[in-house]
């Protein structure tokens, strides 16, 4: 019989049982071999990792679920000034930076965020922004059953997830899943 919460001997699904927490994080160490840090070094990296997908972007906008706005900044820094001398400077250029990242990641149009890539691509060469993925085979959670994951854990990449009746599956941070179907939602 194998231990309950673990990962399955040899096809890496999990699966959590009625009245059990697993918490799936890169410190531990049941989970740990099932992590990758990914760096991305460019805007186009980052999104590919964390963003909304084309496929996604298109279904939104089918559905009329978003907006094709995006905030305008009112102004775009220039990648230099993320390395000015000037305190106040560097610390608007990386906040104006971090934001337009964010943004950048969940625009369905990403094209009309073009004028913020360079600064964006030079924000993550300087900062060396570093993610946790998780790769998972499938995920079943089962009626009564909670999987947590961590706050720095930032991608769940599975085949299917099932959540049974009232399973819950927790994160409290930014946490984008990359999987085929997700059942029982």
């Known amino acids: 019989m194998r231990p309950r919460g673990e990962i399955k001997a040899g096809n890496g699904s999990l699966r959590v049982e009625p009245g059990e927490c697993v918490v799936v994080s890169p ?63 560097r610390g608007q250029a990386f906040e104006t930076a971090g934001l337009g990242l964010r943004d950048f990641l969940l625009s369905p149009s990403p094209a009309r965020m073009a004028q913020m890539v360079p600064v964006i691509d030079r924000y993550l060469e300087l900062t060396g922004l570093a ?46 899943l990359s999987v085929n179907s997700v059942q029982g939602v």
């Open 27 to 89: 410190a531990s160490e049941r989970f740990g071999g099932h992590y990758r840090r990914a760096q991305p070094r460019t805007a186009k990296e980052a999104r590919d990792l964390l963003g909304v997908s084309e496929e996604m972007a298109d279904a939104l906008r089918e559905c009329g679920a978003c907006s094709e706005e995006i905030t305008e900044l009112v102004r775009v820094p220039s990648p230099d000034e993320l390395t000015s001398e000037d305190e106040v400077v």
């Open 131 to 176: 993610l946790n993925v998780v790769s998972l085979r499938d995920i079943h959670v089962a009626d009564g059953a909670t999987l947590e994951i961590s706050d720095d854990t930032h991608v769940l990449e599975a085949n299917d997830i099932v959540i049974e009746g009232s399973g819950t599956i927790k994160s409290s941070g930014f946490l984008k």
